[in-house]
């Protein structure tokens, strides 16, 4: 529990500290540009429920995952990524599929570069906590 509890709060500081500063400031005007952004503000506490219910998905099943086996840095980041799909699918695809986006190609490269990153740095997170030493 204690691993997990260790892995929720640093998701959520990493994605909160990636996500806030890539939509809001950065690119915060082409995303309202491509009409990925439809609300003047967003809802916080949703997003911040968002991403507590995914980091204690990812941890959990991270736990469970390959149990037998050593777990090392590396491992985190490759599960991370291949759970982060998942993610991706629902937050960039099916975005794109219902909200009027357009270009769509533009969306889904700076999504692309967005999760990719966001699910680097978490991996790397959920490696050094789960990692056993030797």
């Known amino acids: 529990m204690k691993k997990l509890g260790l892995f929720v709060a640093a998701y959520?500081?990493?994605t909160m500290a990636w996500a806030?500063?890539?939509?809001?400031?950065?690119?915060?005007?082409l995303y309202v540009?491509?009409?990925?952004?439809?609300?003047?503000?967003?809802i916080m506490p949703?997003?911040?429920?968002a991403i507590l219910v995914q980091g204690i998905v990812i941890g959990f099943l991270y736990s469970k995952h390959d149990i037998e086996r050593r777990k090392t840095f590396f491992d985190g980041v490759k599960f991370?990524?291949?759970?982060?799909l998942m993610t991706y699918t629902a937050m960039g695809f099916a975005t794109a599929a219902k909200f009027k986006i357009e270009p769509v190609s533009d969306f889904l490269i700076y999504h692309t570069i967005f999760q990719v990153v966001q699910f680097i740095l978490a991996g790397a997170a959920l490696g050094l906590i789960y990692r056993e030493r030797i």
Do not use: C, K, N, S
């Open 12 to 14: 959520f500081v990493i």
């Open 20 to 29: 806030y500063p890539w939509h809001m400031v950065f690119f915060h005007d």
């Open 33 to 42: 540009q491509w009409g990925a952004f439809q609300r003047a503000e967003p």
């Open 46 to 49: 949703l997003g911040v429920a």
């Open 80 to 84: 991370t990524l291949i759970i982060g």
